[in-house]
Each structure stands twice: as C-alpha cells, then as structure tokens.
C-alpha cells in the first residue's frame, strides 16, 4: 500500500530528526562537535533544496504553492519558506538570549581546542 510506504518514511524522517535534537541537546561536546561535522552540512543541502521549491518569485509568490484558490491575495512568501526563516532566526535569538543570561560573559569553546 502506498501509504504505509510513503507513512513509514515520514516516520523514519522524524525518528532520524529527533535522533539528532536528542543528541544535539545531551550527547558530548565530542559527539556533538562530530554531529554538527556530519550532520550540519546535510541539514544545510537539505533546507537549501525545500527552499529552492518555495523561492518566492519577483513578486513574493512560492511557484510550488501557488493555487487558484489563493491567487487574489497579497503577495508573500509561502508558509514553507516563512516557517524556514522563522525557525532559523528565532532559534538564533534564543541561543543569543540564553547566552547572555548564562554568566555574562562566557570564554567561547575556544579552551577545549588547545
Ligand atoms: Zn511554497
């Protein structure tokens, strides 16, 4: 049946996904830097090719969603590619706010290199 086909891999995709923010959160820092080596450059290819899907054109239109049905209002990017850039920079503001509610002014993981 194609659907427990395309079910299982969904499945599989957000097994391996959680696998990595499990690990990303509580593995070590040697783990981690190994994940980020392998896995970043993935992730990376991976988000860069849904963004080439929903790349809004000159008027801010996704060629992937765009329907009939929504064609009469404003144009924008598509959620896709919203919840792309949303992710993205919030996650980086929390990591900055986090930061600086830690101690201050932490040393950067520069002393575990020498
Ligand atoms: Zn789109």
Redesign the pocket.
Known sequence: MPTSVFSQLDKSLHEHLSDLMRLAAKADDRTAVGLARTELPRMVSALKALLD??QPDENGR?P??RTRRFSRRLPSP?R??LAAHLCLTITRDEDRVARSETSGRRPNHLRSAG
Do not use: D, G
């Open positions: 899907e929903h996704c992937t969603c598509c896709a590619y």
